[in-house]
């Protein structure tokens, strides 16, 4: 029993990375041919277009990592509270309905807000800086996408 156990945990891990695939290949790509990451550290280091630059990729960070932040409490919620979740009907949970629409908008901020940091006073140009940010933004999260969601049994 605990080797058809195992194997099917392998089979999910493996269908699950493959899924991720998806977000990450595209995303790391795009993020090294615009070196997304190099452009938004080089606007923190350098106050050289404006002060309003360094604000903005900061702000633009400090949404980034408010979406990781949540991201990160959605999944492991079961073992902090130690309380069972039901994602799909998401509505219905005190916690979570508090937590995915503000989940929802640091995503359309932060993505909008490196986007218009990124199109402004970077090389890269609107366009690119749209593109470069949402590589950014697939690649982060498909690498969150490989976490495994952790189980709450009941005893």
């Given at each position: 029993?605990?080797?058809?156990?195992?194997?099917?945990?392998?089979?999910?891990?493996?269908?699950?990375?493959?899924?991720?695939?998806?977000?990450?290949?595209?995303?790391?790509?795009?993020?090294?041919?615009?070196?997304?990451?190099?452009?938004?550290?080089?606007?923190?280091?350098?106050?050289?277009?404006?002060?309003?630059a360094?604000?903005?990729?900061?702000?633009?960070?400090?949404?980034?990592?408010?979406?990781?932040?949540?991201?990160?409490?959605?999944?492991?919620?079961?073992?902090?509270?130690?309380?069972?979740?039901?994602?799909?009907?998401?509505?219905?949970?005190?916690?979570?309905?508090?937590v995915?629409?503000?989940?929802?908008?640091s995503?359309?901020?932060?993505?909008?807000?490196?986007?218009?940091?990124?199109?402004?006073?970077?090389?890269?140009?609107?366009?690119?800086?749209?593109?470069?940010?949402?590589?950014?933004?697939?690649?982060?999260?498909?690498?969150?996408?490989?976490?495994?969601?952790?189980?709450?049994?009941?005893?």
């Open positions: 029993m605990a080797i058809i156990r195992l194997q099917s945990i392998g089979e999910s891990l493996s269908r699950n990375t493959f899924r991720q695939l998806k977000f990450i290949i595209p995303g790391a790509v795009v993020t090294y041919v615009f070196d997304t990451c190099h452009v938004v550290l080089g606007l923190l280091a350098h106050s050289e277009p404006s002060n309003l360094r604000l903005f990729a900061l702000l633009s960070l400090a949404l980034g990592s408010c979406v990781v932040g949540l991201f990160l409490y959605v999944l492991f919620v079961p073992w902090i509270q130690g309380v069972e979740l039901n994602y799909r009907s998401w509505r219905e949970s005190p916690i979570l309905s508090s995915i629409p503000v989940l929802t908008a995503i359309l901020a932060g993505w909008s807000l490196l986007s218009i940091t990124l199109g402004k006073w970077s090389r890269l140009g609107y366009i690119e800086g749209t593109i470069g940010a949402s590589g950014l933004y697939a690649l982060t999260f498909g690498l969150i996408g490989l976490l495994p969601a952790p189980k709450f049994h009941r005893l």
